[in-house]
């Protein structure tokens, strides 16, 4: 197996960073904003005497993963990666010399917020051993700086003083053998002896984005997501809380884990086309930009004295061409087509070829109905497997396009079909209600369906309903 060198490791730094700073900022990126007042979304890890008030996350996160050894002494070098909250307070210089704490101060016509920023912070534990369990305790120091702020004669107009709560975490990991491969154990706990009675304290004490980057040493990862038949059973028996693992680097390697408090596939990737981060719930880029281009001069002043990631999505918007922004506009692709391994799709590639036909609407707007009087998505069929489905027919549902994390909570889940419908490109949809979602008769009532492919679907018998559905082939 190939040692993982720095670059691999900085390859999968780069999507990791994208999970560390989800929610780290979110648009408008304004202190102002309501919901930049409780921003931290995923892989919190709160502290674990805190108060019922302080509505604080749980403190611990575990997560297990299959690694086949290769005969040499099996070991992980392990990172912990999370932020550690900072808070920046602003305090105006008195006559008499004193500071007092305000929400802002405008220097020579520049304004400086108080706020709370997020140090990053590493724990690596290199060539941790699997051969027996083991337990590593660490403390994040905390601290305080100031900075002084003065005006463009030097005099002093105040200072910002940053500070921030020291950490404890623990780590323990260990293997257990498991149909000739070792199960690999980690948990993570925040153990910050204090007891937290506010919010702002409890956050304080939190790790935030919590995620963990596994190198292997004497063997090699195995995917838990699409596991070989022989490690199928065993990736079955694998329990995750709070932290899923999946493989990440180069397609096709196989010697670093990335265990993430969001639902990843193997080998994640930062689209190409992205050209830096928005922080915000993953939304997609070109709609943050334009909701960005949007935003009054006064609005985006704030966004920039609010924090200097925040300053850096504005300015970097503001400065993107025309050209800059179609590269956001996305580009067609193939989901079943296999990519090629050596190099990504050109930023520049065009895509006119690939556009689909059109039909000729009558003179209707593409949307309205009317375009095309033949589609009738009540009676439309559409035959899978031999069988014409239609509405009210029943299926069973197997996802494979992962178009959606939720969609994982359906496969095997038998559905009733409520219309078959096709969109402008020629695809096909099948509208879906789960037969046992007590709240089926409501999304059907309002029209808010669940939409699979064909493929996606396998017809139950003729004459199955949904009282004797367990006995229908599968």
């Known amino acids: 197996m190939t040692p993982v060198n720095a670059l691999t490791l900085d390859h999968v730094r780069t999507v990791a960073d994208a999970v560390l700073y989800e929610g780290y900022l979110l648009y408008p990126y304004r202190a102002s904003s309501h919901k930049n007042r409780s921003r931290w979304q995923f892989g919190v890890l709160g502290p674990p005497s805190a108060s019922p008030a302080c509505f604080g996350e749980e403190p611990d996160m575990a997560m ?12 992980v070098t392990v990172h912990l990666r999370f932020l550690q909250v900072q808070v920046r307070e602003v305090q105006r210089r008195e006559a008499d010399g004193g500071h007092t704490p305000v929400a802002a101060l405008t220097v020579d ?4 917020l108080s706020w709370e920023e997020a140090v990053e912070q590493e724990i ?3 060539g941790l051993s699997l051969a027996e369990p083991s337990e590593v305790r660490r403390t994040v120091p905390g601290g305080e700086e100031v900075e002084e702020l003065t005006d463009a004669d030097g005099a002093p107009a105040g200072r910002i003083v940053r500070r921030r709560l020291p950490l404890d975490v623990r780590i323990r990991a260990g293997a257990t053998a498991d149909d000739g491969l070792l199960r690999l154990s980690l948990d993570v ?5 204090g007891a937290p009675g506010s919010k702002d304290d409890a956050i304080r004490s939190s790790l935030i984005g919590a995620h963990l980057i596994l190198r292997a040493h004497g063997g090699e990862f195995v995917s838990l997501l699409e596991p070989p038949e022989h490690a199928a059973a065993a990736a079955a028996r694998c329990r995750q809380r709070r932290c899923w693992p999946v493989l990440a680097g180069a397609k096709g390697s196989v010697d670093t884990v990335l265990g993430a408090p969001i639902i990843l596939y193997d080998y994640p990737e930062v689209a190409e086309q992205s050209p830096g981060a928005l922080f915000d719930s993953t939304e997609i880029d070109e709609i943050l930009t334009l909701r960005v281009m949007t935003m009054t001069e006064q609005e985006k002043a704030e966004a920039r004295a609010t924090d200097p990631r925040a300053r850096e999505i504005i300015e970097r918007c503001d400065a993107m061409s025309a050209a800059d922004l179609q590269q956001l506009h996305g580009l067609l692709r193939d989901p079943r087509a296999a990519a090629p391994q050596d190099q990504p799709p050109p930023l520049n590639a065009d895509l006119r070829n690939s556009e689909p036909p059109g039909f000729d609407t009558g003179g209707a707007p593409w949307w309205d109905p009317a375009s095309d009087a033949s589609v009738r998505p009540a009676s439309d069929a559409v035959v899978i497997d031999g069988v014409s489905v239609s509405k009210g027919s029943l299926v069973r549902v197997h996802p494979s396009r992962r178009a959606d994390a939720q969609d994982l909570f359906f496969a095997g889940q038998v559905a009733r079909v409520t219309a078959v419908l096709s969109d402008v490109d020629g695809g096909t949809h099948v509208a879906l209600v789960l037969v046992d979602d007590p709240a089926a008769d409501m999304h059907d009532w309002y029209g808010r369906y669940f939409y699979f492919a064909p493929d996606e679907l396998e017809p139950l018998a003729a004459g199955t309903t949904p009282e004797n559905r367990e006995e229908s082939p599968s």
């Open 189 to 193: 706990a925040n153990e910050h002896p």
């Open 64 to 75: 297990q993963c299959l690694l086949a050894p290769d005969g040499t002494p099996a070991a």
């Open 109 to 112: 016509g520049a304004q400086v």
């Open 124 to 126: 690596v534990l290199p």
